[in-house]
């Protein structure tokens, strides 16, 4: 361990309170240089508390956080020139166009004008904006803002970006194309720390991931490890008329009711679907699918992730 | 001027990307000169036959040439107060343009400095292009009224700091009001247009604690070179007013961005 290279982040005992409020309670997480490392949770679960500390931009209430090897408190300049950040809400510079808005971001990250307008156009490529370079940004679409935002972030050519909610409030289309620009990223080596409160993302993009509730770490891993840990293969999705029978937890299967569906988790969906039909339980409906993170976090906090 | 925005640090940034957003807006830019204009045409030039002479430290002087100074000091205001106010006001609660600057190597006292110094850019610009006017009606009539424009420039950073120190603490555009309540009779007060002994005794220190009045001081003292000791007094003032000014702005940006 001490031979390797320092965390890309490491946090002990992270906590932020406002007033009576705890936003995170205490975590304990470490990113590996290079990793894609997700924060996974419902809102509120003190996912974007967690980005904004990281970010330098909120101090920690206790505990400890370093930052690239970096104290955020009296390092935040150090660290912010070597970190790119996706905030959630957009903030593009209104008043300045498509290529003015990476020209004046890399200035602010110290770039001399020649550097910066060579990168704003190496950017507008990776971002495929070339075309969009000197419209304004307010009409663009939120797939091409969100691409500018995370062209932004990498103005100063970061070690680490930080991506606060990266596909909300996109159509798939557009989150498609954002997680391949992400994959990109990756390829190069750069850490990438994001929060969603989409499985799917998580898990297509994560190395490991943390499951957040309640501003407390609910259990850590990799996508696939964490499924297998906490549900089985597959899962049976049934939906009855007048609800499922009361005794339906009482074949050996564990069972979820949630307002409009059952889950029955089986290693097999079909054979419990057939043990199913020669118990007298018949369905309206039927769905047998892959386990995934959301089952995960059923699992561990009975609720559901997007509610 | 490289030179100079080099000596501001990373604030020059922020200064440049007022700038920039400005490239495309400079008929509002150029629109900020106009007022002062018609102010010394109506009220100076035109008032000023009614009025005849008026005597500054002594000397009797023309009464366009009396208002013109003070106008050199309310125009580097208004620019100032234009930028810091409403703009800052917009950059800091909708566009989130601090938000995005302060997750770059900028720090805080960076955006701060930067926002002042460019809102005081925008006054000393009308400023100077003033006196330029003035100088070429013949109303300047001492070399020291060059002085005029580093003392717009102090104009300038005390209204600005007190512009972005008033806008952190606004919570809607209403609040924005009382801004305009406060500078009309400033503006028409600060020796402007009367000097100060034309005021009743108890009037005159309510005169002199008003920014501007020491901005329209040393204005006309360096538009007819007569200048005392008493200006180190108005340039302190101002100084002054400046320092408190940004201290309130950067303790309230902190609380709301860096929570």
């Known amino acids: 361990?001490?031979?390797?290279?320092?965390?890309?982040?490491?946090?002990?005992?992270?906590?932020?309170?406002?007033?009576?409020?705890?936003?995170?309670?205490?975590?304990?997480?470490?990113?590996?240089?290079?990793?894609?490392?997700?924060?996974?949770?419902?809102?509120?679960?003190?996912?974007?508390?967690?980005?904004k500390m990281v970010s330098t931009v909120s101090p920690i209430t206790e505990g400890e956080l370093t930052i690239l090897?970096?104290?955020?408190?009296?390092?935040?300049?150090?660290?912010?020139q070597r970190m790119g950040v996706v905030p959630q809400e957009d903030n593009l510079d209104q008043e300045l166009t498509v290529r003015e808005n990476l020209v004046i971001y890399a200035r602010y990250f110290g770039l001399s004008w020649a550097q910066a307008?060579?990168?704003?156009?190496?950017?507008?490529?990776?971002?495929?904006l070339t075309d969009r370079a000197d419209a304004a940004v307010e009409p663009l679409s939120g797939g091409m803002k969100r691409r500018l935002t995370i062209a932004r972030s990498l103005v100063n050519t970061p070690e680490l970006v930080l991506l606060d909610e990266p596909t909300t409030g996109l159509d798939p289309q557009a989150r498609h194309l954002l997680w391949e620009?992400?994959?990109?990223?990756?390829?190069?080596?750069?850490?990438?720390?994001l929060t969603t409160h989409y499985m799917d993302e998580a898990e297509q993009l994560s190395d490991r991931l943390v499951i957040m509730d309640q501003g407390t770490i609910v259990t850590q891993g990799s996508p696939t490890a964490l499924i297998a840990e906490h549900v089985t293969n597959e899962v049976l999705e049934l939906r009855f008329a007048d609800g499922p029978p009361a005794d339906l937890d009482q074949h050996g299967w564990r069972i979820e009711t949630l307002p409009d569906r059952s889950l029955v988790y089986a290693d097999r969906g079909e054979d419990a679907l057939r043990r199913l039909a020669e118990l007298d339980v018949h369905p309206t409906g039927s769905l047998i699918r892959r386990s995934t993170l959301e089952d995960v976090f059923l699992a561990l906090t009975g609720r559901t992730l997007v509610e | 001027m490289t030179a100079?925005?080099?000596?501001?640090?990373?604030?020059?940034?922020?200064?440049?990307?007022?700038?920039?957003?400005?490239?495309?807006?400079?008929?509002?830019?150029?629109?900020?000169?106009?007022?002062?204009v018609f102010y010394l045409f109506g009220l100076g030039i035109g008032l000023g036959e009614l009025v005849g002479e008026v005597e500054v430290n002594g000397i009797p002087v023309e009464y366009a040439a009396f208002v013109a100074p003070g106008l050199i000091a309310s125009s580097a205001m208004n620019g100032a107060i234009f930028d810091a106010t409403f703009n800052f006001y917009f950059k800091l609660k909708y566009a989130k343009t601090f938000d995005a600057m302060l997750v770059t190597p900028l720090a805080l006292p960076d955006v701060v400095k930067g926002e002042i110094i460019w809102s005081t850019v925008r006054g000393s610009i009308y400023a100077a292009s003033f006196l330029a006017i003035s100088a070429a009606l013949g109303l300047m009539t001492s070399w020291w009224a060059l002085l005029t424009v580093p003392a717009a420039m102090l104009v300038g950073l005390a209204f600005s700091a007190v512009g972005t120190a008033l806008s952190s603490s606004f919570r809607s555009w209403h609040d924005f009001d009382y801004i305009q309540l406060a500078l009309q009779p400033m503006f028409l007060a600060?020796?402007?247009?009367?000097?100060?002994?034309?005021?009743?005794?108890?009037?005159?220190?309510?005169?002199?604690?008003?920014?501007?009045y020491h901005g329209v001081s040393l204005c006309r003292n360096l538009a007819f070179g007569t200048i005392s000791i008493n200006d180190v007094g108005h340039v302190i003032y101002l100084l002054g007013v400046m320092?408190?000014?940004?201290?309130?702005?950067?303790?309230?940006?902190g609380r709301l961005l860096l929570g």
């Open chain 2, 4 to 36: 100079a925005m080099a000596l501001l640090g990373p604030a020059r940034h922020v200064v440049e990307r007022n700038l920039m957003s400005y490239r495309r807006l400079w008929l509002i830019f150029a629109s900020g000169f106009v007022e002062p």
């Open chain 2, 190 to 212: 600060s020796t402007t247009f009367f000097p100060l002994s034309v005021f009743p005794d108890w009037a005159q220190p309510l005169v002199q604690a008003t920014p501007l």
């Open chain 2, 243 to 253: 320092a408190i000014g940004m201290a309130i702005t950067q303790r309230r940006l």
């Open chain 1, 117 to 128: 307008k060579e990168r704003a156009d190496e950017l507008l490529s990776f971002a495929q």
């Open chain 1, 181 to 193: 620009r992400l994959y990109q990223l990756k390829e190069q080596g750069v850490t990438l720390l």
């Open chain 1, 1 to 51: 361990m001490s031979s390797g290279p320092a965390s890309a982040i490491k946090a002990t005992g992270l906590t932020k309170r406002f007033g009576d409020f705890v936003a995170v309670a205490g975590i304990d997480l470490e990113v590996e240089p290079g990793e894609t490392f997700s924060l996974l949770g419902p809102n509120g679960a003190g996912k974007s508390s967690t980005m």
């Open chain 1, 69 to 80: 090897g970096l104290d955020p408190s009296a390092e935040g300049r150090e660290i912010r």
